[in-house]
């Protein structure tokens, strides 16, 4: 089935990087079976998605935050990560990781989310 | 503005029948699969309906899906209090090249 976890911090300063890591366990980052996404939800608001990646290195990004997002795959510690830049207030949320289909996109498995607030 | 709009709220008596709709256009519903998600309050969301119509493994059959043109929609009978939490749902929009949510309906078991 599978089991996903965020890690990082939990407060960034306004105008630095945010930086997530999702663990990926009970199963391979390197499957071609899936794109591995990233998705927010700032408190008391829906889900926004921010992008996903393929273990190729193809990925695909909200158009919205296109211009501050990175996404990476690391096969060798079995995770994916996300860099969001230049972080203002609009950018607290809580984050989630998940699985998303390779051809139709939904996302099957998620993790239980981390908290970051932008705060000085 | 999301891409795919759900009405902000439903409501319906425990045991009885609600549906949520989910309004997309030819770049997102209309030309691609549907998939809903359930939140209960304080967890992640969790998948629910995939493909229009399909259900994972564990999710009961009270949850189903359908899509018609442009619009989905979820259907739950036999309502619980267990099911109170906020439904979206989601599409690929090929002219964005990018996937969206709808901006989600909370349901209360009354």
């Known amino acids: 089935q599978g089991h996903l976890q965020e890690s990082g911090p939990g407060l960034v300063k306004p105008s630095e990087t945010l930086s997530l890591t999702c663990t990926v366990s009970?199963?391979?980052?390197?499957?071609?079976?899936?794109?591995w996404s990233w998705i927010r939800q700032p408190p008391g608001k829906g889900l926004e998605w921010i992008g996903n990646?393929?273990?190729?290195?193809?990925?695909n990004y909200n158009a919205s935050l296109k211009s501050r997002v990175t996404t990476s795959v690391d096969t060798s510690k079995n995770q994916f990560s996300l860099e969001l830049s230049s972080v203002t207030a609009a950018d607290t949320a809580v984050y989630y990781c998940?699985?998303?289909?390779?051809?139709?996109?939904?996302?099957?498995?998620w993790g239980e989310g981390t908290t970051v607030t932008v705060s000085s | 503005q999301s891409v795919l709009t759900q009405p902000p709220s439903v409501s319906a008596a425990p045991g009885q029948k609600v549906t949520i709709s989910c309004s997309g256009s030819?770049?997102?519903?209309?030309?691609?699969?549907v998939s809903w998600y359930q939140q209960l309050p304080g967890t992640a969301p969790k998948l629910l309906i995939y493909?229009?119509?399909k259900r994972p493994s564990g999710i009961p059959d009270r949850f189903s899906g359908s899509k018609s043109g442009t619009s989905a929609t979820l259907g739950i009978t036999g309502l619980q209090t267990g099911d109170e939490a906020d439904y979206y749902c989601g599409s690929w929009d090929s002219s964005l090249s990018a996937w969206a949510f709808g901006g989600g309906t909370k349901l209360t078991v009354l």
């Open positions: 990646i393929h273990y190729s290195g193809r990925t």
């Open positions: 009970g199963g391979s980052v390197r499957s071609g079976s899936y794109y």
């Open positions: 030819s770049s997102n519903i209309g030309n691609n699969y």
């Open positions: 493909d229009n119509d």
């Open positions: 998940a699985r998303a289909n390779y051809f139709y996109y939904y996302m099957d498995l």
